[in-house]
Nanobody
Framework: QVQLVESGGGSVQAGGSPSVSCTGT????????MGWYRQALGKQREKVAV???????VYADSLKGRFTISRDNAKKSVYLEMNSLTPEDTAVYYC???????????????WGQGTLVTVSS
């Protein structure tokens, strides 16, 4: 059983710079793509930033420059640093990964439970 465990969500005032983190657990052989999506109330889920195992990062155009994604392969973790937040950044942030497990050796698409980031003005 492979899981993604998120932490770091909470409430922050506009202009704040919180971070969220995610760690893969379970029978993991390797983690390929890893990153973050978000879903605001009444909106569709959207990509925030995604990284490959080699560290190449792709950001949503609207967020590039404000958000920074980083990865620690040894810890099976991915992090998202958020800067200059506004209320429109309020959303549930979901960790995402494509993982090869040691149980069936298939490429799996795995989602975390999500962590709520609330930005107040």
């Amino acid at each position: 059983q492979v899981q993604l465990v998120e932490s770091g969500g909470g409430s922050v005032q506009a202009g704040g710079s919180p971070s969220v983190s995610c760690t893969g657990t379970g029978n993991i052989f390797t983690i390929n793509t890893m990153g973050w999506y978000r879903q605001a109330l009444g909106k569709q889920r959207e990509k925030v930033a995604v990284t490959t195992s080699g560290g190449q990062a792709v950001y949503a155009d609207s967020l590039k420059g404000r958000f920074t994604i980083s990865r620690d392969n040894a810890k099976k973790s991915v992090y998202l640093e958020m800067n200059s937040l506004t209320p429109e950044d309020t959303a549930v942030y979901y960790c995402y990964a494509r993982i090869v497990s040691t149980t069936d050796w298939r490429d799996l698409e795995v989602w975390g439970q999500g962590t709520l980031v609330t930005v107040s003005s």
